[in-house]
């Protein structure tokens, strides 16, 4: 199963205490960091999440800069926990949009975690679904590719991760219905479950729940239901 998450609230959620937006971007952090672990210890086999998308840049230098430091961090910090715990990292967006020395860190995590066979973690870093799709056109016509007789599968080769398959489930906190430009293509079908909750109030327990709920619901694919209904 692929759980995709919109983390979202992180500034909701520290203005509601009086706190800078950057205090919500930690306690954020720390909740992702929850979420990882939660969704390993149930066996889940992937897992992207939406950290910074390629409209995020409108914001302020300080709080964009913070959040790339945070991301470096993250990366650093937990490397001992991905090797206990098998899980591999990856990344989706634009790597040449991203600051130099973040782009190298997320590639170093990569690298230093790609034969892991545990749960893989998709981060979505200066990620846009209709970035994603300019890319893997542009990949394709550098192909040389016959543009007139593009297919589904030949699009879908050229996606950041093409093996990684479509994501069942995408979650998003902070009680937005909107996908903000995540997974676009690859969403095509998944079901879709918002929270009112703010991102750094998030635990095991809410992705569980969003699980659950998946769990109840009737995946049609356009097609009918083996009940008819
Ligand atoms: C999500 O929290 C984190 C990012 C988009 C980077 P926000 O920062 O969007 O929080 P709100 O939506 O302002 O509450
Ligand atoms: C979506 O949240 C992007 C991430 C969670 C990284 P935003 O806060 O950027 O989305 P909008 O602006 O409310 O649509
Ligand atoms: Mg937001």
Redesign the pocket.
């Known amino acids: 199963m692929h759980v995709g998450i919109?983390?979202?609230g992180n500034g909701r959620w520290a203005q509601q205490r009086g706190l800078i937006r950057t205090q919500g971007h930690l306690e954020g952090l720390k909740a992702a960091k929850r979420i990882v672990k939660a969704a390993s210890d149930m066996g889940l086999q992937y897992l992207t999440l939406?950290?910074?998308?390629t409209?995020?840049w409108k914001r302020a230098a300080e709080e964009t800069g913070f959040i790339m430091g945070l991301v470096k961090q993250y990366l650093r910090g937990e490397m001992n926990f991905y090797r206990q715990n098998h899980i591999r990292i990856r990344h989706a967006g634009d790597a040449a949009g991203l600051p130099p020395d973040i782009a190298a860190e997320i590639a170093t995590a990569a690298a230093d975690t790609k034969e892991f066979s545990g749960m893989q973690v998709i981060l979505a870093l200066n990620y846009g679904g209709r970035d994603e799709l300019v890319r893997a056109v542009r990949r394709l016509a550098g192909q040389g590719h016959d543009m007139a007789a593009v297919a589904e599968e030949d699009i879908a080769a050229c996606m950041d991760n093409p093996d990684v398959p479509d994501p069942d489930l995408i979650v998003r906190s902070a009680g937005?219905y909107?996908m903000?430009n995540?997974l676009l293509w690859e969403g095509a079908y998944a079901e879709l479950y918002v929270s009112a909750k703010f991102w750094p109030d998030w635990t095991g327990e809410d992705l569980a729940g969003a699980i659950d709920a998946y769990r109840n619901r009737s995946r049609r694919f356009g097609g009918i239901a083996a009940n008819g209904g």
């Open positions: 919109i983390m979202d939406y950290a910074f998308s409209e995020n937005e909107r903000s995540f």
